[in-house]
């Protein structure tokens, strides 16, 4: 009898944290979008209740239990923006700001136990497309520049933790990083005028921005002074 009782608690005891992990599920997203964290959870029964909470010090934002819904987020940075599905639990986080980073636990009350899910949501700053202009060379520079060559300067203003880079078609000629600085980057590129194929892009590791290069506009005034001067060395 003493090891049956012992092994039913036991039991209890297993059966009461069942689903609580250390992994952590990371979602990335830029400011101005919705995200949808996920409960997995197909259907409520009437007596499950779903606690959400936020911050180091896990502060209760919104719950459901019976079917009704609570949302905690009147007079702070959530006010306006959250939602729950009456179906599933999961939250929503409409319009998101960088202040709502930070790391989200879900606690599920179940008869077999609490289930805990985390979410670790970084949130930064919208993408702007990048700008290509005009890079003057230096007399050093020009002087070893074949006849047909240009030079150009692609930049993006006030980001962090991204990757700017140029391309040929899908090939990658260079890049450069920058990862929690706000800083403007610029990426310099020498090519042969009258070729579209080129085209910078500024990147997240989960979404970019791109601009395609118009030599046409860019390098039109460079190819003509440069044939211009390459035509009175021949004599032409």
Known sequence: MAFSY???LILIVLCGMFGDTDEVKSVSLTEGDSVNLNTDVTELQREQKILW????????????????IYIDATN???????????????????NIRSEHSGLYELQIFMYRGISIKRFNVS???????????????????SERSSGQNCSL???????????????????????????DLSISLSLPLEL???????????????????????TTDLCRSAFITQRRGHNRQTGI
């Not at 909470?53 to 009704?68: C, D, H, L, S, V």
């Not at 700053?125 to 290509?132: G, M, N, Q, R, S």
């Not at 300067?153 to 990862?179: D, F, Q």
Request: aromatic share 8%; proline share 4%.
């Open 6 to 8: 012992l092994c039913a």
């Open 53 to 68: 909470m936020f911050g180091p010090q896990k502060t209760r934002i919104a719950e459901i239990y019976k079917q009704n």
């Open 76 to 94: 702070t940075i959530f006010e306006k923006r959250l939602q729950m599905d009456n179906q599933t639990g999961s939250l929503i986080i409409r």
């Open 123 to 141: 949130v930064y700053a919208l993408l702007t497309v990048p700008v290509i202009s005009d890079l003057p060379q230096s007399p050093s520079v």
């Open 153 to 179: 300067l692609c930049s993006a203003v006030n980001v962090s933790h991204v990757t700017l880079s140029w391309y040929k078609g899908n090939g990658l000629l260079s890049s450069i990083s920058v990862s």
């Open 192 to 214: 042969e005028c009258l070729d579209d194929s080129y085209s910078c892009v500024v990147a997240y590791s989960f979404t970019n921005q791109t601009k395609h290069l118009n």
